[in-house]
């Protein structure tokens, strides 16, 4: 009977403890839901709203560039493209066939609608056009009835109204790549575009603007109910820029079908007028994305329209480098401005020898006539006599040899040798023949037109050492450039000879000189062999340029100023394989600095 007591006890015992557990366990679950509820009330009603509250990105229109007289150079319009809403359609790939019927529509981009079908759910419209013209426009929205899912959406893209003659200046916009998402949130949204390359990349940062953003309601499958809130973003900063798209449009035009660069200098302050490459490439299309064979088609044209030889192009720069080889001679004191040398056609230096361009030689001429006929015998004995250390030096005081630094991509630096130079790169010291190659621009130097219209500005504008830029300089930058300490005299006596090639019977650039109301240009051609001239050749007479393949045939160079009395303009003009400096690029290169000279708003002259 006892027992019986006992085991009654002890179950009474356990049955409190688990009672007492229990109600522990209850009061632990409403302390819970009560902090839940009351204390955490607010936190969780935000974390609601944030569920049903999508907040996206907008993104703002881009800047616009602008030439130094107020013309638009990049832009916005208006970007009207085709979307297909997969869940408005009962079929989509009838649907784009449908649509196909109406337009035409590549393999690649069907294959990138259905890839971007299958990436997003059937309620997100996906791009299958853009920049659809207003008849494109209306010819979708006639045949509405049979492209259910199909709708109309408008935004802007980014449009270049000069095309490929300001390409390698402005450069394009394209699509975001991996390697370049930052900090920046707009990176991450889809079909943002941002500068590539030219003045689009340079400026990217102040092109872009600041996002503004768009707060949606969502429901749980992310379906757009209605819009609660819109804070515009800022617009992309405007852009000005030192070019001048008639001197622009005038230089790419006087090309045709020529290969090479120009680049046209205020040589007083260094602002970039004129800045071409050709053959060039549309930025329109660049920016709208391009196709596998259109992209091929430009990597392997011979003439390189995707390089921006203006900067990129590295030539020997040949007679045009004349002036600096007696720059040097007479800064040295290796010869003096009344010191004459005999030029037979040719020299030796031991068994070895140097020929003149002239085959019977020039006779006896001073540094002013050696520039005028731009006799090579001459800078041979300048060169022989100064040695490649001298000519290096003042190289590169006038700005060749380095980059000049104007911001844009894919610049070269070019090439001014010296003794140090070619003992580090081959192992060999400095011929002494080698010494008169380079007094007439070839050999191992090799330079850019930026740097040959550098180069002229510093030499005709009294030895200030101007730098080229496309931002405008101000008077109190305009006063903190540097004067090159040489001397003005002997300054005065190249600019007399660059007058003279191109004003004097017997100066190279004599069939291009212009006068315009008094106002004249000077100026210096070049050529240079791409290939070696062999000495069968030279017995038996040197082969037609015309009949050598495009890519053997010499390059055309020449650099210029204007006007002769007060110089404003400096221009450099390179063309490939364009057989001569006389005939190619002097008339490119005197056309251009008379329009400019035309247009110049400082002269009050009439036509």
């Given at each position: 009977m006892n027992r019986d007591n006992d085991k009654g006890k002890v179950l009474i015992h356990r049955s409190l403890i688990v009672a007492a557990g229990k109600i522990f366990l209850l009061l632990v679950i409403i302390a819970r839901l009560y902090y839940l509820q009351v204390y955490q009330a607010d936190r969780y009603k935000m974390l609601a709203d944030e569920n049903r509250i999508s907040t996206r990105l907008l993104i703002p229109p881009r800047g616009i560039i602008y030439d130094r007289n107020g013309e638009m150079l990049a832009t916005n319009r208006q970007n009207f493209q085709a979307m297909i809403v997969a869940e408005q359609t009962p079929n989509v790939q009838?649907?784009?066939?449908?649509?196909?019927?109406?337009?035409?529509?590549?393999?690649?981009?069907?294959?990138r609608v259905k890839k971007d079908l299958k990436r997003n759910r059937s309620f997100v419209p996906i791009k299958i056009k853009e920049n659809l013209t207003w008849e494109e426009v209306a010819k979708i929205q006639l045949n509405a009835p049979e492209?259910?899912?199909?709708?109309?959406?408008?935004?802007?893209?980014?449009?270049?109204?000069?095309g490929e003659k300001m390409a390698h200046v402005i450069g394009y916009v394209s699509s975001v790549s991996e390697k370049d998402i930052k900090d920046d949130p707009l990176l991450e949204v889809p079909g943002f575009k941002i500068g590539k390359s030219g003045i689009e990349k340079l400026f990217e940062k102040k092109l872009r603007g600041?996002?503004?953003?768009?707060?949606l309601e969502v429901n749980a499958f992310g379906r757009i109910m209605k819009e609660i809130e819109r804070t515009d973003g800022i617009p992309g900063e405007r852009v000005d820029l030192t070019i001048d798209a008639r001197l622009q449009s005038k230089a790419f035009d006087l090309f045709g079908e020529e290969s090479g660069a120009a680049v046209l200098l205020d040589v007083n302050t260094g602002e970039i007028l004129a800045f071409v490459s050709t053959p060039s490439f549309d930025p329109n299309v660049m920016a709208q994305g391009l196709s596998t064979e259109?992209?091929?088609?430009?990597?392997?044209?011979?003439?390189?329209?995707l390089s921006n030889k203006a900067l990129a192009g590295q030539y020997s720069p040949g007679s045009t480098f004349k002036m600096i080889v007696a720059r040097a001679g007479l800064e040295s004191g290796a010869i003096k401005p009344e010191s004459r040398s005999f030029c037979a056609g040719k020299m030796f230096l031991g068994s070895h020898a140097f020929h003149c361009w002239k085959e019977h030689g020039h006779g006896y001429i001073d540094v002013v006539e050696a520039l005028q006929h731009s006799c090579d015998i001459f800078f041979y004995e300048t060169a022989q006599k100064l040695g490649i250390e001298?000519?290096?030096?003042?190289?590169?005081?006038?700005?060749?040899?380095?980059?000049?630094?104007?911001?844009?991509?894919?610049?070269k630096s070019?090439?001014?040798?010296?003794?140090?130079?070619?003992?580090?790169?081959?192992?060999?010291?400095?011929?002494?023949?080698?010494?008169?190659?380079?007094?007439?621009?070839?050999?191992?130097?090799?330079?850019?037109?930026?740097?040959?219209?550098?180069?002229?500005?510093?030499?005709v504008n009294g030895g200030y050492e101007i730098k080229p830029t496309?931002?405008?300089?101000?008077?109190?930058?305009?006063?903190?450039?540097?004067?090159?300490?040489?001397?003005?005299?002997?300054?005065?006596?190249?600019?007399?000879?660059?007058?003279?090639?191109?004003?004097?019977?017997?100066?190279?650039?004599?069939r291009s000189q212009f006068d315009y109301n008094g106002q004249r240009m000077g100026g210096k051609t070049g050529t240079t062999q791409v290939r070696r001239i062999s000495m069968k050749e030279r017995q038996t007479g040197v082969i037609a340029q015309e009949d050598l393949p495009w890519k053997y045939r010499n390059h055309a160079l020449f650099v210029g100023y204007a006007p002769q009395d007060n110089p404003k303009y400096a221009v450099a003009v390179l063309v490939e394989h364009g057989r001569g400096g006389s005939t190619v690029a002097a008339p490119i290169g005197g056309k251009l600095l008379l329009e400019a000279v035309k247009l110049d708003p400082t002269k009050k002259t009439v036509d």
């Open positions: 009838e649907t784009l066939n449908a649509f196909k019927k109406i337009m035409p529509l590549s393999e690649a981009e069907e294959e492209l259910p899912g199909i709708i109309i959406d408008e935004g802007l893209s980014r449009y270049y109204p000069y600041s996002g503004g953003n768009l707060k259109m992209w091929n088609s430009l990597v392997n044209d011979e003439k390189k329209p001298k000519i290096a030096e003042m190289s590169r005081r006038f700005g060749l040899g380095s980059k000049v630094d104007v911001g844009l991509e894919n610049e070019g090439l001014i040798p010296d003794k140090a130079w070619k003992l580090k790169r081959f192992g060999e010291p400095w011929q002494q023949g080698e010494n008169l190659i380079s007094g007439i621009g070839q050999g191992y130097i090799l330079t850019t037109p930026i740097q040959l219209a550098t180069m002229t500005a510093r030499l496309f931002s405008k300089v101000n008077d109190e930058a305009k006063n903190k450039i540097k004067r090159i300490n040489v001397s003005t005299a002997n300054l005065d006596l190249i600019k007399e000879g660059m007058y003279n090639v191109v004003n004097k019977p017997g100066g190279t650039a004599w």
